[in-house]
């Protein structure tokens, strides 16, 4: 997908399924571009009308000479843990420009934080053995320490400038951690001017955020473009998990919806949850509020 869906959608109005309360609602997605096509599938097979509005992308980053080593002696780690899907892709990528066999991933354990990235290495043939309960750093965090022997060593593959509590955390258990930087986020611009028009005309009805990184590019991307506060003030904003949630508060962005499971299936589900009640309260008040399934 490379552009926006909104004009197809909105002449078909009619015609669109009714049996999901996002129905003829458009739905601003603001993932990276190259990671919206299977959320905007979700949304359009409720009925929903995608708007791709990616604040953010990723770009690698040339290894430094601690990363190469770390790649070229992968036998020297108990574990590799994969915090993304884009964790997974910029590794192979750095892997093969290392001269590295994938196939070395085979005498090591294999974590992932959730089941997208465990996706993105399955198709990749790695086995992953460990994969938490809850989507989120602290509870893969857990469960490495249930499943590993104590001072076992550890690599994380991560992006450059972001928050990662992961690593810190297992230091604290008594595991030997090595972070390898292999790629970075940075903001995207290619469709800022007709998001902010879409927004401006009020033809947004809820905004997605995925990651910290995905609020905090929106309001640095538009702050300057249009009048968040006025304009939000229409939209309904929902974030995926309680990391995204404070980056967003941290920004100035009110969340209305947050699942309690990390996924996007689950946010929609959540979204369809609170239009839903609003439309049946309609006439006491917006109905918004931090809803959960």
Do not use: W
Request: hydrophobic share 45%; with cysteine; proline share 6%.
């Amino acid at each position: 997908m490379n552009e926006n869906r909104e004009e197809p959608g909105a002449a078909n109005k009619k015609s669109l399924p009714t049996a999901s309360s996002l129905a003829g609602r458009t739905i601003m997605v603001t993932r990276a571009l190259d990671q919206s096509a299977g959320f905007a599938k979700q949304l359009e097979a409720r009925g929903a009308i995608p708007f791709l509005f990616p604040t953010i992308k990723t770009v690698p980053v040339d290894p430094d000479a601690d990363a190469v080593d770390a790649l070229r002696n992968l036998s020297m780690f108990d574990c590799v843990v994969f915090t993304s899907a884009n964790g997974v892709r910029y590794f192979f990528e750095a892997l093969e420009r290392a001269g590295v066999d994938p196939d070395a991933l085979e005498f090591v354990e294999v974590a992932s934080v959730g089941t997208a990235t465990a996706a993105a290495l399955t198709t990749r043939g790695v086995t992953v053995s460990i994969i938490p309960v809850q989507f989120i750093a602290e509870s893969l965090a857990e469960a490495l320490a249930e499943q590993l022997p104590p001072a076992s060593r550890i690599l994380i593959p991560r992006p450059r400038k972001t928050r990662e509590a992961l690593g810190p955390e297992l230091v604290e258990r008594g595991f030997e951690v090595r972070e390898i930087v292999l790629y970075e986020t940075v903001p995207d611009e290619s469709r800022v001017d007709p998001a902010a028009q879409a927004l401006r005309e009020g033809r947004i009805d809820a905004i997605t955020f995925t990651s910290g990184s995905t609020a905090r590019n929106f309001v640095n991307l538009l702050r300057e473009r249009i009048d968040l506060e006025a304009i939000l003030e229409h939209a309904v904003i929902a974030v995926i998990g309680p990391a995204t949630a404070r980056v967003a508060e941290d920004v100035g962005l009110r969340v209305d919806v947050m699942p309690d499971e990390n996924t996007t299936a689950a946010m929609i589900e959540a979204l369809e949850k609170h239009f839903r009640a609003r439309s049946s309260s309609r006439g006491q008040g917006s109905g918004r509020g931090r809803a959960r399934p």
